[in-house]
């Protein structure tokens, strides 16, 4: 039994990988965390053993029986809304102490990926530390909320900078609802400097770029398409705002140094599977802006018919064996 944490939205994906474990003889149960606790339930008792379950749709599997785990997603629980309003909160907390501690006490599988190795590498600061640790090339970068470290970065770097945010608002490579591009920095946002010491933001060097790559990783293996977006105005910037008339997903093979360096990276991060954006520069390097462990890959499986789903289940197997 492999269970397959997502949310109620996910789709695609999360049904790719369930297909891929079944066809190869394996039971996979898709769990929303976000129907927790209203449509899941939890048990789990030390009572000189430690046992645990899980209950859905008239199931229930022993925690015993997990064979491994893949964390598409990890949503907050939802609880219920007829809940007096006085002790919504504490319900909403200890629901999710128990969901997380829950994943904890399932130590005994393989996770792609662990929640708390997830939450670690999520850090956009940390990523810049250790891709710079094992010799990936990245943008020079400043994370501040003091305004005249900002104007002096920005002077430093001859006005060619661009700002972005370091989490995540949107859920798929489509965004949607609140979410800040990448974008550039000019002389007149300077005068609104102070605004920074209100909200700390990321700003790094703006890259002139020939294309940027989305690279999947998993387990050693990877699977790379190339985005060119540079014929739109809009997206030369941030490729998620060109049109999707404007760009097509390209098959791409990495030289094998940056496969290394990659490799290496995620070894340090403790990470089986990522989400890795680069940018091919004009200058022919390739440049390391971030990685999503639970990032979004349905496009190249899809577009270019790459194998990431199978490549998934067949780690969780793998692992599952030894």
Same mark, same amino acid.
């Given at each position: 039994?492999?269970?397959?944490?997502?949310? =109620? =939205?996910?789709y695609y994906t999360i049904d790719l990988v369930k297909s891929s474990l079944e066809s190869s003889g394996f039971e996979a149960l898709r769990l929303n965390t976000d129907d927790f606790?209203?449509?899941?339930? !939890?048990?789990?008792?030390?009572?000189? #053993?430690?046992?645990?379950?899980?209950?859905?749709?008239?199931?229930? /599997?022993? #925690?015993?029986?997990? =064979?491994?785990?893949? !964390?598409?997603?990890?949503?907050? +629980?939802?609880?219920?809304?007829? $809940?007096?309003? *006085?002790?919504?909160?504490?319900?909403?907390?200890?629901?999710?102490?128990? !969901?997380?501690?829950?994943?904890?006490?399932?130590?005994?599988?393989?996770?792609?990926? +662990?929640?708390? *190795?997830?939450?670690?590498?999520?850090?956009?600061?940390?990523?810049?530390?250790?891709?710079?640790?094992?010799?990936?090339?990245?943008?020079?970068?400043?994370?501040?909320?003091?305004?005249?470290?900002?104007?002096? &970065?920005?002077?430093?770097?001859?006005?060619?900078? @661009?700002?972005?945010?370091? #989490?995540?608002?949107?859920?798929?490579?489509?965004?949607?609802? %609140?979410? %800040?591009?990448?974008?550039?920095? #000019?002389?007149?946002?300077?005068?609104?400097?102070?605004?920074?010491?209100?909200? +700390? %933001?990321? &700003?790094?060097?703006? /890259?002139?770029?020939?294309?940027?790559?989305? *690279? /999947?990783?998993?387990?050693?293996?990877?699977?790379?398409?190339?985005?060119?977006?540079?014929?739109?105005?809009?997206?030369? @910037?941030?490729?998620?705002?060109?049109?999707?008339?404007? &760009?097509?997903? =390209?098959?791409?093979?990495?030289?094998?140094?940056?496969?290394l360096q990659l490799d290496s990276y995620m070894k340090s991060m403790g990470l089986l599977f990522g989400a890795i954006d680069l940018i091919k520069s004009a200058k022919g390097e390739?440049? &390391?802006?971030? *990685?999503?462990?639970?990032?979004?890959?349905?496009?190249?499986?899809?577009?270019?018919?790459?194998?990431?789903?199978?490549? $998934?289940?067949?780690?969780? /197997?793998k692992k599952a064996r030894k």
């Open positions: 039994m492999f269970l397959l944490f997502t949310h =109620q =939205q996910d606790p209203l449509h899941i339930e !939890l048990t789990q008792e030390f009572c000189g #053993t430690s046992s645990g379950y899980i209950y859905y749709n008239d199931k229930r /599997i022993a #925690t015993n029986d997990v =064979q491994g785990v893949w !964390l598409r997603k990890f949503f907050s +629980p939802k609880v219920d809304s007829s $809940i007096d309003e *006085v002790y919504r909160k504490g319900c909403f907390y200890e629901s999710l102490e128990t !969901l997380k501690g829950f994943f904890y006490t399932l130590n005994h599988v393989t996770w792609i990926d +662990p929640l708390d *190795v997830v939450s670690y590498a999520s850090n956009k600061l940390v990523q810049l530390q250790v891709a710079q640790r094992v010799g990936l090339r990245i943008p020079r970068t400043m994370v501040t909320n003091n305004q005249q470290d900002l104007r002096n &970065f920005y002077n430093a770097n001859n006005g060619d900078i @661009v700002v972005k945010m370091q #989490t995540t608002l949107s859920t798929s490579m489509q965004g949607g609802g %609140l979410f %800040l591009h990448t974008s550039r920095v #000019t002389a007149n946002d300077l005068e609104d400097a102070a605004l920074v010491s209100l909200c +700390p %933001l990321m &700003f790094q060097e703006l /890259i002139e770029k020939e294309y940027e790559l989305r *690279v /999947i990783y998993v387990d050693g293996a990877f699977f790379a398409g190339k985005m060119d977006a540079s014929s739109s105005k809009s997206g030369q @910037v941030d490729c998620r705002l060109a049109g999707v008339d404007e &760009f097509c997903w =390209q098959a791409y093979e990495l030289p094998q140094p940056v496969m390739y440049v &390391f802006l971030e *990685v999503n462990p639970t990032g979004e890959w349905g496009m190249l499986q899809r577009d270019l018919n790459l194998p990431i789903a199978q490549a $998934i289940a067949s780690t969780l /197997i």
